[in-house]
T-cell receptor
Framework: EADIYQTPRYLVIGTGKKITLECSQT?????MYWYQQDPGMELHLIHY???????EKGDLSSESTVSRIRTEHFPLTLESARPSHTSQYLC?????????????FGSGTRLTVV | QKEVEQDPGPLSVPEGAIVSLNCTYS??????FMWYRQYSRKGPELLMY????GNKEDGRFTAQVDKSSKYISLFIRDSQPSDSATYLC????????FGAGTTVTVRA
Protein backbone atom coordinates (compact mmCIF):
# COMPACT_ATOMS: atom_id res chain seq x y z
CA GLU A 1 0.00 0.00 0.00
CA ALA A 2 1.41 3.34 -1.10
CA ASP A 3 2.47 5.78 1.59
CA ILE A 4 3.11 8.51 -0.95
CA TYR A 5 0.28 9.80 -3.07
CA GLN A 6 0.30 11.74 -6.30
CA THR A 7 -2.71 13.39 -7.92
CA PRO A 8 -3.87 13.49 -10.58
CA ARG A 9 -2.63 10.24 -12.14
CA TYR A 10 -3.29 11.53 -15.65
CA LEU A 11 -3.72 15.10 -16.85
CA VAL A 12 -4.36 16.44 -20.35
CA ILE A 13 -4.32 20.22 -20.48
CA GLY A 14 -4.09 23.01 -23.02
CA THR A 15 -1.05 25.19 -23.66
CA GLY A 16 -0.76 28.21 -21.38
CA LYS A 17 -2.74 26.75 -18.47
CA LYS A 18 -1.43 26.79 -14.93
CA ILE A 19 -1.20 23.37 -13.29
CA THR A 20 -0.27 22.00 -9.89
CA LEU A 21 0.78 18.41 -9.37
CA GLU A 22 0.12 17.23 -5.83
CA CYS A 23 2.36 14.96 -3.75
CA SER A 24 1.75 13.91 -0.16
CA GLN A 25 3.47 11.36 2.07
CA THR A 26 2.46 9.89 5.42
CA UNK A 27 5.85 8.56 6.52
CA UNK A 28 7.14 11.74 8.16
CA UNK A 29 10.10 11.87 5.76
CA UNK A 30 12.06 15.11 5.77
CA UNK A 31 13.44 14.63 2.26
CA MET A 32 11.25 14.82 -0.84
CA TYR A 33 12.06 14.84 -4.55
CA TRP A 34 10.52 15.42 -7.96
CA TYR A 35 11.84 13.45 -10.94
CA GLN A 36 10.90 13.65 -14.60
CA GLN A 37 10.78 10.42 -16.60
CA ASP A 38 10.50 10.10 -20.37
CA PRO A 39 10.20 6.73 -22.17
CA GLY A 40 13.53 4.90 -22.42
CA MET A 41 15.34 7.67 -20.57
CA GLU A 42 16.78 7.85 -17.09
CA LEU A 43 14.96 9.67 -14.32
CA HIS A 44 16.07 13.28 -14.03
CA LEU A 45 15.93 15.18 -10.74
CA ILE A 46 14.16 18.52 -11.16
CA HIS A 47 13.53 19.60 -7.55
CA TYR A 48 14.27 18.42 -4.04
CA UNK A 49 13.62 19.47 -0.47
CA UNK A 50 15.43 18.48 2.71
CA UNK A 51 12.79 19.96 5.00
CA UNK A 52 10.09 22.57 5.51
CA UNK A 53 10.84 25.87 3.75
CA UNK A 54 13.84 24.30 2.01
CA UNK A 55 13.74 23.73 -1.76
CA GLU A 56 16.50 23.33 -4.35
CA LYS A 57 16.64 22.89 -8.10
CA GLY A 58 17.85 19.57 -9.38
CA ASP A 59 20.23 18.63 -12.15
CA LEU A 60 17.70 19.04 -14.95
CA SER A 61 16.62 22.60 -15.62
CA SER A 62 12.87 22.97 -15.26
CA GLU A 63 10.41 25.83 -15.58
CA SER A 64 8.38 24.38 -12.74
CA THR A 65 8.44 25.57 -9.14
CA VAL A 66 7.87 23.77 -5.86
CA SER A 67 6.99 24.65 -2.28
CA ARG A 68 7.39 22.87 1.05
CA ILE A 69 5.19 24.51 3.66
CA ARG A 70 4.34 21.26 5.44
CA THR A 71 6.51 18.18 5.92
CA GLU A 72 4.03 15.88 4.22
CA HIS A 73 3.21 18.02 1.18
CA PHE A 74 5.44 18.89 -1.81
CA PRO A 75 3.43 20.29 -4.75
CA LEU A 76 4.91 21.14 -8.14
CA THR A 77 3.52 24.05 -10.18
CA LEU A 78 3.81 25.00 -13.84
CA GLU A 79 2.63 28.58 -14.37
CA SER A 80 2.15 28.20 -18.14
CA ALA A 81 2.14 24.69 -19.54
CA ARG A 82 3.76 23.99 -22.92
CA PRO A 83 3.89 20.83 -25.07
CA SER A 84 7.58 20.45 -24.10
CA HIS A 85 6.38 19.82 -20.51
CA THR A 86 4.67 16.59 -21.59
CA SER A 87 6.23 13.86 -19.47
CA GLN A 88 5.77 11.59 -16.46
CA TYR A 89 6.44 13.32 -13.14
CA LEU A 90 7.43 11.15 -10.18
CA CYS A 91 7.45 12.28 -6.56
CA UNK A 92 9.56 10.45 -3.96
CA UNK A 93 10.53 10.75 -0.33
CA UNK A 94 13.22 9.31 1.90
CA UNK A 95 14.30 9.11 5.50
CA UNK A 96 17.78 10.12 6.58
CA UNK A 97 20.68 8.77 8.56
CA UNK A 98 19.93 5.34 9.97
CA UNK A 99 16.43 5.59 8.49
CA UNK A 100 17.68 6.00 4.94
CA UNK A 101 16.75 3.08 2.70
CA UNK A 102 16.48 4.79 -0.63
CA UNK A 103 13.35 6.38 -2.01
CA UNK A 104 9.68 5.57 -1.81
CA PHE A 105 8.02 6.68 -5.04
CA GLY A 106 4.47 7.68 -5.81
CA SER A 107 2.65 6.24 -8.82
CA GLY A 108 3.41 9.31 -10.90
CA THR A 109 1.44 11.90 -12.85
CA ARG A 110 1.43 11.53 -16.60
CA LEU A 111 1.08 15.03 -18.03
CA THR A 112 0.13 15.75 -21.62
CA VAL A 113 0.07 19.36 -22.82
CA VAL A 114 -1.78 19.87 -26.10
CA GLN B 1 29.50 10.88 -20.51
CA LYS B 2 26.49 9.86 -18.45
CA GLU B 3 27.03 9.39 -14.73
CA VAL B 4 25.27 6.01 -14.80
CA GLU B 5 25.18 3.64 -17.78
CA GLN B 6 22.77 0.73 -17.82
CA ASP B 7 22.60 -2.08 -20.36
CA PRO B 8 19.60 -0.99 -22.46
CA GLY B 9 18.07 -4.36 -23.28
CA PRO B 10 15.33 -5.33 -23.77
CA LEU B 11 15.80 -8.83 -22.39
CA SER B 12 13.47 -11.74 -23.11
CA VAL B 13 14.06 -14.97 -21.20
CA PRO B 14 12.13 -18.21 -20.64
CA GLU B 15 10.57 -18.87 -17.27
CA GLY B 16 13.11 -20.33 -14.84
CA ALA B 17 16.12 -18.67 -16.46
CA ILE B 18 18.63 -16.46 -14.63
CA VAL B 19 18.34 -12.78 -15.46
CA SER B 20 21.51 -10.69 -15.25
CA LEU B 21 21.33 -6.88 -15.20
CA ASN B 22 24.29 -4.50 -15.07
CA CYS B 23 25.21 -0.86 -14.57
CA THR B 24 28.45 1.07 -14.62
CA TYR B 25 29.06 4.45 -13.07
CA SER B 26 31.70 7.16 -13.07
CA UNK B 27 31.39 8.87 -9.67
CA UNK B 28 33.65 7.11 -7.15
CA UNK B 29 31.94 9.00 -4.29
CA UNK B 30 28.74 6.96 -4.61
CA UNK B 31 28.06 4.99 -1.41
CA UNK B 32 24.47 3.75 -1.77
CA PHE B 33 23.47 1.38 -4.56
CA MET B 34 19.94 0.30 -5.33
CA TRP B 35 17.81 -1.56 -7.78
CA TYR B 36 14.23 -0.51 -8.46
CA ARG B 37 11.52 -2.42 -10.29
CA GLN B 38 8.94 -0.48 -12.27
CA TYR B 39 5.78 -2.02 -13.68
CA SER B 40 3.94 -0.29 -16.50
CA ARG B 41 2.09 2.87 -15.40
CA LYS B 42 3.47 2.57 -11.85
CA GLY B 43 6.19 4.32 -9.88
CA PRO B 44 9.49 2.51 -9.21
CA GLU B 45 9.59 0.29 -6.11
CA LEU B 46 12.75 -0.49 -4.19
CA LEU B 47 13.96 -4.03 -4.80
CA MET B 48 17.49 -4.18 -3.39
CA TYR B 49 19.56 -1.76 -1.33
CA UNK B 50 23.27 -2.05 -0.57
CA UNK B 51 25.76 0.22 1.10
CA UNK B 52 29.32 0.25 -0.24
CA UNK B 53 30.78 -2.91 -1.85
CA GLY B 54 29.76 -6.51 -1.52
CA ASN B 55 26.91 -8.89 -2.20
CA LYS B 56 23.40 -8.95 -0.84
CA GLU B 57 20.86 -11.72 -1.30
CA ASP B 58 17.10 -11.56 -0.81
CA GLY B 59 15.19 -14.62 -1.92
CA ARG B 60 15.66 -15.03 -5.66
CA PHE B 61 17.46 -11.68 -5.99
CA THR B 62 21.19 -11.05 -5.57
CA ALA B 63 22.81 -7.62 -5.83
CA GLN B 64 26.55 -7.18 -6.30
CA VAL B 65 28.60 -4.02 -5.99
CA ASP B 66 32.21 -3.78 -7.16
CA LYS B 67 33.39 -0.27 -6.31
CA SER B 68 36.89 -0.89 -7.67
CA SER B 69 35.41 -1.48 -11.14
CA LYS B 70 32.47 0.94 -10.64
CA TYR B 71 30.12 -1.87 -11.62
CA ILE B 72 26.92 -3.18 -10.08
CA SER B 73 24.79 -6.18 -10.97
CA LEU B 74 21.41 -7.68 -10.18
CA PHE B 75 20.70 -11.38 -10.66
CA ILE B 76 17.23 -12.89 -10.64
CA ARG B 77 17.17 -16.67 -10.20
CA ASP B 78 14.28 -18.89 -11.27
CA SER B 79 12.65 -15.99 -13.08
CA GLN B 80 8.86 -15.84 -13.17
CA PRO B 81 6.44 -14.08 -15.56
CA SER B 82 5.63 -11.73 -12.65
CA ASP B 83 9.25 -10.51 -12.83
CA SER B 84 8.47 -8.92 -16.22
CA ALA B 85 9.12 -5.22 -15.61
CA THR B 86 11.66 -2.45 -16.15
CA TYR B 87 14.60 -2.57 -13.75
CA LEU B 88 16.40 0.64 -12.83
CA CYS B 89 19.75 0.89 -11.11
CA UNK B 90 20.26 3.91 -8.85
CA UNK B 91 23.17 5.19 -6.84
CA UNK B 92 24.40 8.19 -4.89
CA UNK B 93 23.45 9.46 -1.46
CA UNK B 94 20.32 11.45 -0.71
CA UNK B 95 20.28 12.56 -4.36
CA UNK B 96 20.19 9.49 -6.56
CA UNK B 97 21.35 9.11 -10.14
CA PHE B 98 19.40 6.57 -12.16
CA GLY B 99 20.14 4.37 -15.13
CA ALA B 100 17.77 4.45 -18.09
CA GLY B 101 16.33 1.04 -17.20
CA THR B 102 16.30 -2.44 -18.73
CA THR B 103 12.97 -3.94 -19.72
CA VAL B 104 12.75 -7.64 -18.92
CA THR B 105 10.14 -10.05 -20.26
CA VAL B 106 9.91 -13.53 -18.77
CA ARG B 107 8.08 -15.89 -21.14
CA ALA B 108 5.84 -18.56 -19.61
Amino acid sequence: EADIYQTPRYLVIGTGKKITLECSQTMGHDKMYWYQQDPGMELHLIHYSYGVNSTEKGDLSSESTVSRIRTEHFPLTLESARPSHTSQYLCASSGQGASYYGYTFGSGTRLTVV
Amino acid sequence: QKEVEQDPGPLSVPEGAIVSLNCTYSNSAFQYFMWYRQYSRKGPELLMYTYSSGNKEDGRFTAQVDKSSKYISLFIRDSQPSDSATYLCAMGDYKLSFGAGTTVTVRA
